[in-house]
């Protein structure tokens, strides 16, 4: 893929994000679409799919979300292909972004590691020898 295509490609991703994001809050009447969040898209270079990378509040209840989405994905390209001025609107396939639970977690356990240190370093200081 040349660097042109490349860049066309990702315009057309970051678009697609954009308004879907706005799609959910305002067209679909579904609650859990006001808690997602779409962290990506990645067109495929045909156009004809496109992968949304999804993170939501509520964790719980993401694989009920991502079923709601997937089924809903037919209606959201029909309202996109009104917005964007593209010759093939893409298949929209909802998948879930583990990257920022990973990272939350990953935050935490270092947060309770330096917790941890903190606190044998104030046990060792209190039992120096004299």
Same mark, same amino acid.
């Given at each position: /893929?040349? %660097?042109?295509?490349?860049?066309?490609?990702?315009?057309?991703?970051?678009?697609?994000?954009?308004?879907?994001?706005?799609?959910?809050?305002?067209?679909? %009447?579904?609650?859990?679409?006001?808690?997602?969040?779409?962290?990506?898209?990645?067109?495929? =270079?045909? /156009?004809?799919?496109?992968?949304?990378?999804?993170?939501?509040?509520?964790?719980? %209840?993401?694989?009920?979300?991502?079923?709601?989405?997937?089924?809903?994905?037919?209606?959201?390209?029909?309202?996109?292909?009104?917005?964007?001025?593209?010759?093939?609107? =893409?298949?929209?396939?909802?998948?879930?972004?583990?990257?920022?639970?990973?990272?939350?977690?990953?935050?935490?356990?270092?947060?309770?590691?330096?917790?941890?240190?903190?606190?044998?370093?104030?046990?060792?200081?209190?039992?120096? =020898?004299?």
């Amino acid at each position: /893929m040349s %660097h042109t295509s490349f860049n066309r490609m990702q315009r057309i991703a970051d678009q697609i994000q954009r308004e879907l994001a706005v799609l959910l809050t305002t067209k679909a %009447h579904d609650p859990r679409f006001h808690t997602v969040s779409i962290t990506a898209v990645d067109v495929s =270079p045909d /156009m004809a799919n496109a992968t949304v990378l999804i993170s939501q509040l509520d964790e719980q %209840h993401i694989q009920a979300t991502l079923a709601a989405l997937n089924k809903a994905a037919g209606f959201l390209r029909y309202e996109l292909a009104h917005t964007l001025n593209l010759r093939i609107t =893409p298949k929209l396939h909802f998948i879930y972004d583990e990257s920022i639970s990973k990272a939350d977690r990953i935050d935490r356990l270092i947060n309770q590691a330096i917790q941890e240190e903190e606190a044998k370093g104030e046990n060792k200081g209190e039992q120096t =020898p004299k």
